[in-house]
T-cell receptor, first 115, second 116 residues
């Protein structure tokens, strides 16, 4: 059983389109995250939800909108895609709040390529 | 704010030898966690080892151990008896609680290449 699953694994689309990435975890964790890994492999937090509530919103363009219908799901919708959005997007979950002593479990990533 | 510095962009090691990957961190929080992740060429992020700021013993997980020196703010990963499958990118990361809600702040990563 996959602990954190993301779909799709690959996403190739035109500039200006709108796309969504879905994430589900079956670990019973309360907290979920979205990270972006750029072309230089640098990983940076984008958003985090705890029990469906947005708790972290880093400096991310408004075109990115996360949605958490329940604590097992965290989706990422991106409007008006730009070339600079090309990256690998990772979903993760943990039971890391309030104490940061549990590892985050990552999905396999979604490789987004903007043409 | 937290910061992780990995000063070795790339490291090479002979199979069966040990290798140390460096990591230094900066945080003003007293309670924090240090993590190492492995990212093979296939792209997934694999959790390797965790060290808590209040843990007195260095963490070990199989062939992985974490050399935690709190006063120096370093958390180096030691891989013993390297295997070809250890070739990957390795990330050091820190998480704190409070208003950071356990988010991970990553270093730049170190690419490890294991030679036969």
């Amino acid at each position: 059983d996959t602990a954190v699953s993301q779909t799709p694994k690959y996403l190739v689309t035109q500039m200006g389109n709108d796309k969504s990435i879905k994430c589900e975890q079956n670990l019973g964790h309360d907290t979920m995250y979205w990270y972006k890994q750029d072309s230089k492999k640098f990983l940076k937090i984008m958003f985090s939800y705890n029990n469906k509530e947005l708790i972290i919103n880093e400096t991310v363009p408004n075109r990115f909108s996360p949605k958490s219908p329940d604590k097992a799901h965290l989706n990422l919708h991106i409007n008006s895609l730009e070339l600079g959005d090309s990256a690998v997007y990772f979903c993760a979950s943990s039971q890391n709040y309030p104490n940061p002593n549990q590892p985050q479990h990552f999905g396999d990533g979604t490789r987004l390529s903007i043409l | 704010a937290q910061k992780i510095t990995q000063t070795q962009p790339g490291m090479f090691v002979q199979e069966k030898e040990a290798v140390t990957l460096d990591c230094t961190y900066d945080t003003s929080d007293q309670s924090y966690g240090l993590f190492w992740y492995k990212q093979p060429s296939s792209g997934e992020m694999i959790f390797l080892i965790y060290q808590g700021s209040y843990d007195e013993q260095n963490a070990t997980e199989g062939r992985y151990s974490l050399n935690f020196q709190k006063a120096r703010k370093s958390a180096n990963l030691v891989i013993s008896a390297s295997q070809l499958g250890d070739s990957a990118m390795y990330f050091c990361a820190i998480a704190v609680g409070g208003t950071s809600y356990g988010k991970l702040t990553f270093g730049q990563g170190t690419i490890l290449t294991v030679h036969p």
